[in-house]
């Protein structure tokens, strides 16, 4: 097999604002395993949240490139690239995620078999996504809630955090008022503190919102399950459920845990996650960072397993550059051909995908 990859920059449509950062863009690490002609892709997209630089990436694949290179084939590659396998338990998760990601994609392919079927699901899975709405002023969150209503989206998501929780308050109420039918979920990426969340959950569960991602900051998940406890709303952990671990701690404690491939290691991680969290009482939510239609892909074909879906990274983009996952009408589906089912658009360089 040959491993190579090729960076590209993915540009958003528009800012996106949360309490912690704002982006613009970010760099793709698009990664491609090729046997028998055929080739599997992955994607390992920049982080400044989970400290994964661009030139990191590079150097993680420039070093495990000999070891997977030395795989017979991908059926064997799909056993040696688990946690405890060739790669080393020192491989970031975004860069692991991204490599099992090809190696499930040219499986697939070989087998002329969509992922979902590999993984366990015979039926092609679909479900609603949340769409990101940012913090920004009322007026434009509302008019962003009634364009992505009229566009088919059932499922918004609306980020919060700001120094005067007022402001948050009339963002809620005035996204409400643009999609009145809309579930709303409210994600303060860990802005306030204990005493704030108890005081504010009711304020915003009388707006509308049916759940809440992460209320307060990440390292004290006895507050978090404190705080889950008193919300009239479920309370879904994500930045204190970074890895396996994190997420089988918090089963039973919180009402649902954020699974994103890049932070926990990929689809078999994921897995693994749910299988924990089964009986618990606590459900999975597959959340994604910001990436193309490839690095939300493998997630995508684990929709099933999600009581809630947050897979809208690719439709944050101004131009993405691959396709194969929908999206744009509100619901996120694998398309019907084997791997990963993504496909190019046109602008890749030349020889950089197919």
Request: proline content about 7%; overall charge negative.
């Amino acid at each position: 097999m040959k491993l190579t990859w090729h960076t590209a920059s993915l540009e958003l449509a528009e800012p996106l604002r949360i309490a912690r950062s704002v982006m613009a863009r970010r760099d793709a690490v698009w990664v491609r395993l090729e046997h028998g002609g055929l080739s599997g892709w992955g994607e390992a997209v920049s982080s400044r949240y989970l400290g994964l630089p661009t030139a990191d990436i590079l150097r993680h694949l420039n070093a495990l490139r000999p070891a997977v290179e030395r795989l017979p084939d991908p059926e064997t590659a799909w056993d040696e690239i688990a946690p405890a396998g060739i790669l080393g338990a020192g491989l970031p998760a975004g860069v692991l995620a991204a490599v099992e990601a090809a190696v499930l994609d040219l499986t697939g392919k070989r087998a002329g078999q969509p992922a979902h079927q590999f993984l366990g699901s015979p039926l092609p899975p679909s479900a609603a996504t949340a769409r990101t709405i940012g913090i920004v002023a009322p007026v434009p969150a509302a008019s962003q809630a009634s364009r992505l209503a009229a566009a088919g989206f059932t499922v918004l998501k609306v980020k919060a955090g700001s120094p005067d929780p007022a402001e948050d308050l009339a963002r809620v109420e005035a996204v409400r008022e643009g999609a009145p039918a809309a579930d709303l979920l409210l994600d303060p990426n860990g802005a306030w503190t204990e005493e704030q969340a108890h005081a504010l959950l009711p304020r915003f569960a009388a707006l509308g919102v049916t759940a809440v991602e992460q209320p307060i900051a990440a390292g004290r998940p006895d507050a978090l399950a404190r705080v889950a406890v008193a919300s009239p709303v479920p309370v879904i952990a994500d930045e204190d459920a970074v890895s396996y671990e994190d997420a089988a701690a918090l089963a039973g404690r919180v009402h649902g845990v954020n699974v994103k491939l890049a932070k926990c290691g990929g689809v078999r991680a994921a897995l693994r996650i749910h299988d924990a969290l089964s009986g618990s009482g606590t459900d999975l939510m597959l959340g994604c960072l910001t990436a193309s239609s490839l690095g939300i892909a493998p997630a995508v074909h684990l929709i099933d397993r999600a009581r809630w879906v947050d897979l809208d990274g690719h439709l944050l983009l101004a131009d993405d550059p691959w396709a194969g996952i929908g999206g744009a009408d509100g619901t996120v589906r694998p398309a019907a051909r084997g791997g990963l089912g993504v496909l190019r658009r046109a602008g890749i360089p030349a020889g950089a995908a197919q």
